[in-house]
Nanobody
Framework: QVQLVESGGGLVQPGGSLRLACAVS????????MNWYRQAPGKQRELVAF???????DYADSVKGRFTISRDNAKNTVYLQMDSLKPEDTAAYYC?????????WGQGTQVTVSS
């Protein structure tokens, strides 16, 4: 059974940092690309960052230069380091992966950027 569990969200002031983690079980983690998405109230879910099996990365334009995705295959975990946070980064953040034609999602972790 595939499970994804996010952690690390919270309340942070503008300009601050947070590191999200997503622990994955039920698959051979190293074989799968991983994604981080976010969804703000009243908005569609958007792709924030992607990391391939080999560690190649890609980012939404809105977070380039501020967010860094990484993975630790020994720990079956993908991370999202978020720096220089802005109020518009406020959202629920989800990790996900595609397997056998469907996407699996974690329960999400809330990030709120506010003074």
């Amino acid at each position: 059974q595939v499970q994804l569990v996010e952690s690390g969200g919270g309340l942070v002031q503008p300009g601050g940092s947070l590191r999200l983690a997503c622990a994955v079980s039920g698959i051979i983690f190293s074989l799968y690309p991983m994604n981080w998405y976010r969804q703000a109230p009243g908005k569609q879910r958007e792709l924030v960052a992607f990391i391939s099996r080999a560690g190649d990365t890609d980012y939404a334009d809105s977070v380039k230069g501020r967010f860094t995705i990484s993975r630790d295959n020994a720990k079956n975990t993908v991370y999202l380091q978020m720096d220089s946070l802005k109020p518009e980064d406020t959202a629920a953040y989800y990790c996900s992966l595609g397997l056998n034609g469907r996407y699996y999602w974690g329960q999400g972790t809330q990030v709120t950027v506010s003074s």
